[in-house]
């Protein structure tokens, strides 16, 4: 029996590869990746030290389908774009310029067998055309083209890592198909984990004036799921006045600040101040005085604002201005309006944003913000590991990212689940084998 062949777009990591291959392999199918595509440099330094690669190529739009190999399967994470504004035909114009043209035009030429697609799960309802529809049209397009004009038996679901045995929260969807069967991507048993089960011990903590203000102020477990950030509030968020990051609060400047964070995303001030509401505006001296009632008030408002808790600054009105696609809406300064005072700082703001209960699971993992998640270790706190993120999404222990911690969570933040590739891989390799695919016979229906 032949190998099964495949191609590799936007690689990344090649999670999807991983997690293919796994299965057919276990399944006793032997596999060959006769392409990779990939122009990001630190994930084509990472693919070339985890792989062999027969064909490597970078911008995918470069390619000539005549120089690709002959393959039985395309696997691609691509990015979500929209589609043409005429939409309405659902054909191979409404692609082009997007990469997903790029999957249409490379399956439209080859003819493999089948394809595996994973994407974010905002491309479900990207561009809806009614409010109440299940699916948006660029997802309407791919799966008509799929369908109607390369005639593929599709299917597509949207699944959360956190029930594949992983500690992470990640929903994505893939969508699926075959020459001869949907693929059914139902009842998946599900197997769950927790951040202590992935965690290595006795690694370096932080030793600087961020992580010693935390410490002295809140006993290590009383850390555990806790953010830190400005900008909201609530039980599980820490701010940096809490801890007096930027230097000393009173009791009363504290209290002016607990307030602040709140009033400023109350609707009547921008009515007050002429402004279209936005969540989270600068406060005059007078308004702040409504609900805080002191003889120093601005002496107390501008010892924060020198200290950097607070800015002095104009509020922001929405500009619009037409252009060639329509009319484009930002938020802009408006100098005609009083200046307020305002929070200063959002969650990226910190070298931490938030620190890992060993208990709990983490929330969807980004490439912004996965450098900036803390874990117990002993006594202190220290970024999460390489090695922990590449646990996060089922990464075997033998696989190295050889860049820089920077550029290795940008890598992670982008990559798939791979327990959650390996299930759909496993529903399609039983497929093949209820067809006989390989070796042309014809047999009853997969019913996998």
Partial sequence: MRPIKFIDLFAGLGGIRIGFENSFNQMGFDTECVLTSEIKTHAIKTLKHNFNHKLFVGDIFRVNTNDIPDFDFLLG??????????GKRYGFLDTRGTLFFEIERIIRAKKPYGFILENVEGLVKHDLEKKNDKIGQTLKTILHVLENDLNYKVSWKVFDSVNFGLPQSRKRIFIVGTKDEKINLDSFKPSFSVIKDIMESGLPTLKNDFADKLLSQFDIKDLYGKSIKDKRGGNNNIHSWDIELKGSVS???HIILNKLFKARRQKKWAEEIG??????????????????????LKDLLDDLVEKGYLKFEYPKGIIKEPTLNGIKRYRSYDKT???????????????????????DIVPTLVATDMSRLAVPDGEGLRRLSIRE????????EEYKIPTKENEAFDLLGNTVAIPVVKAISERVAECILTKNYLTESVTPVCTA
């Fill in 389 to 396: 993120g590449l646990r996060l999404f089922g990464y075997p």
């Fill in 251 to 253: 009791k009363e400047q």
């Fill in 77 to 86: 994470g691509f990015p979500c774009q929209p589609f043409s504004s005429g």
């Fill in 337 to 359: 309006k009083p200046k307020g005072y305002n929070i200063v700082t959002g969650k990226l703001s910190f070298e931490i944003n938030k620190i890992i209960s060993p208990d």
């Fill in 275 to 296: 402004i279209a509401w936005m969540d989270g505006m600068p406060l005059t001296l007078k308004q702040i005085s409504i609900f805080h009632k002191t003889g120093n």
